[in-house]
């Protein structure tokens, strides 16, 4: 039996958990970073591609469940882990070699007392890593003990919350978010449609306010507050389109309004 140096304990086991949908291009990355993981679980929703081939050269714990959202797909696979610590991972984000070291000194030496673990995540986007702005830090909980912790939020933006203390680490995430800015774009016209049609569903009434002066305040705040301009072009690019695309949810939720009215009429099918 190897002998446990001082201040070292048993590490309790990880399950990694990565909900996936047609991601044959990204999940090879993903999963190699979690190799070292005590187990991989996959919830994949019925991918039409070579995702499911791809997962089970790394796990045979795969399943398959119709989507129910980020918040109830998450918590879905949450109960699918077989060990105490659980770790969320999107495909297409990758552990960085710097995170899987400091997870793994963190469990085996900590005294116990945290039930949850948040860090950085860091984007690679277009040929570059971005440190500033809206998208970094981005500190999310990913790490957690089961029985502490559940996802929660308002699609599409989920997280996790915890019951107890919870502390940063330092190394990051590496997410692979957009291949380029007609991804970048079709993501924040799917984003904010869901949105419009959360808030429209749960009675948000549309103000000319929140469409004019809203997209302006996440320019600046991406750009200027958050320090999105030491990021160069990149850094304008990405607070520009994040910018539409709060134009483009409150622009949405004027649709719907537009459409609730008596006189709206819908054009004949041709």
């Given at each position: ?31 190699e ?23 089970r ?7 398959q ?28 984000e ?149 910018s ?10 004027w ?16």
């Amino acid at each position: 039996m190897e002998d446990i140096p001082k201040g070292r304990k048993m590490r309790e086991k990880i399950s990694a958990c990565v909900i996936t949908f047609n991601e044959e291009s990204r999940i090879q990355r993903c999963l190699e970073s979690l190799t070292w993981c005590d187990e991989i679980v996959i919830m994949d929703s019925f991918s039409t591609d070579h995702t499911i081939e791809i997962c089970r050269k790394y796990t045979d714990k795969v399943y398959q469940h119709e989507w129910l959202g980020y918040v109830g797909q998450r918590n879905l696979i949450r109960e699918k882990a077989n060990y105490p610590w659980v770790l969320f991972m999107d495909s297409d984000e990758e552990v960085s070699p710097g995170l899987k070291q400091e997870i793994l000194t963190e469990l085996e030496y900590s005294s116990g007392e945290y039930v949850g673990y948040k860090f950085p995540r860091q984007v690679y986007y277009i040929g570059k890593w971005i440190s500033h702005g809206e998208w970094y830090p981005d500190l999310k909980i990913r790490l957690f003990k089961k029985e502490y912790g559940r996802t929660e939020g308002q699609e599409p933006h989920d997280h996790v919350i915890v019951n107890g203390p919870v502390k940063r680490l330092s190394n990051p995430i590496w997410h692979y978010t957009h291949n380029d800015i007609h991804d970048h774009v079709d993501t924040l016209n799917r984003f904010s449609s869901i949105t419009a049609q959360q808030r429209f569903a749960g009675e948000s009434s549309f103000s000319w306010s929140d469409l004019i002066l809203r997209p302006l305040g996440r320019f600046i705040k991406g750009y200027f507050l958050k320090g999105g301009i030491m990021d160069g072009s990149h850094g304008f690019v990405i607070a520009v389109l994040n910018s539409f695309g709060a134009y483009i949810k409150y622009a949405k939720l004027w649709e719907l309004s537009q459409k609730q009215k008596p006189d709206y009429k819908e054009l004949p099918d041709k």
